[in-house]
């Protein structure tokens, strides 16, 4: 009997057929529940759990029709919204308690065998789902911890340019041979290819940019 209010559990695996069927929205799994639930598929199969809603964010309203990224496998706490006597009823899952490690107990498969996950680490990939490259292979470290510098080049602009090399450092240019992208605006002052006011120029139309 489930008497406390809030509780954790693991949703039991290939939860995606109410993601795909076009039916559903895909905003519901069944999950077995620590204290609530036994541990033995024998005892109590998964396909005898009941269905916990997971909420969503405002920004996944009817609109955007958008579902659960819930689909079995996943450590999940929760709380229930009604009761009834003694016992709680209807449960939502609040969140997903996150994996730290790539290690597994058991696979998807055998978890459906056994009609129960038995709240081991299950392995999260099956089927269509298979993992992506940086889900299991880490990337090189960076050969440097300073910060990025942009360069011209990240702005589009040609290392061999003019704009770039009035990028790299200043110069002083009259305003009759602005570089490429420069000019003057209405009111006199120079500006960069952003449209950005730069300087006036002085008596002789010269500018340093």
């Given at each position: 009997?489930?008497?406390?209010?809030?509780?954790?559990?693991?949703?039991?695996?290939?939860?995606?057929?109410?993601?795909?069927?076009?039916?559903?929205?895909?905003?519901?799994?069944?999950?077995?529940?620590?204290?609530?639930?036994?541990?033995?598929?024998?005892?109590?199969?998964?396909?005898?759990?009941?269905?916990?809603?997971?909420?969503?964010?405002?920004?996944?309203?009817?609109?955007?029709?958008?579902?659960?990224?819930?689909?079995?496998?996943?450590?999940?706490?929760?709380?229930?919204?009604?009761?009834?006597?003694?016992?709680?009823?209807?449960?939502?899952?609040?969140?997903?308690?996150?994996?730290?490690?790539?290690?597994?107990?058991?696979?998807?498969?055998?978890?459906?065998?056994?009609?129960?996950?038995?709240?081991?680490?299950?392995?999260?990939?099956?089927?269509?789902?298979?993992?992506?490259?940086?889900?299991?292979q880490g990337g090189p470290p960076p050969e440097s911890?300073?910060?990025?510098?942009?360069?011209?080049?990240?702005?589009?602009?040609?290392?061999?340019?003019?704009?770039?090399?009035?990028?790299?450092?200043?110069?002083?240019?009259?305003?009759?041979?602005?570089?490429?992208?420069?000019?003057?605006?209405?009111?006199?002052?120079?500006?960069?290819?952003?449209?950005?006011?730069?300087?006036?120029?002085?008596?002789?139309?010269?500018?340093?940019?």
């Amino acid at each position: 009997m489930n008497k406390d209010r809030f509780w954790t559990g693991q949703v039991p695996p290939y939860q995606d057929n109410n993601k795909s069927d076009p039916n559903t929205w895909g905003s519901r799994v069944k999950v077995r529940i620590v204290g609530v639930h036994p541990q033995s598929g024998a005892i109590t199969p998964d396909s005898h759990l009941d269905y916990a809603m997971v909420p969503h964010p405002t920004s996944q309203g009817s609109f955007s029709r958008g579902s659960t990224g819930i689909i079995g496998g996943e450590l999940v706490y929760g709380m229930y919204l009604n009761k009834e006597g003694d016992e709680w009823k209807d449960p939502i899952i609040l969140g997903v308690l996150p994996r730290t490690l790539g290690v597994f107990d058991i696979t998807a498969e055998e978890a459906q065998q056994n009609s129960s996950t038995e709240f081991k680490r299950i392995q999260p990939f099956w089927g269509d789902i298979q993992p992506q490259s940086w889900q299991i292979q880490g990337g090189p470290p960076p050969e440097s911890q300073e910060p990025t510098v942009p360069t011209p080049a990240a702005f589009g602009l040609g290392p061999d340019s003019e704009a770039a090399t009035a990028a790299a450092e200043p110069i002083t240019v009259n305003v009759n041979n602005l570089p490429t992208g420069w000019s003057v605006d209405s009111t006199g002052a120079v500006v960069n290819p952003g449209n950005q006011i730069i300087d006036f120029p002085d008596e002789n139309g010269n500018v340093t940019l």
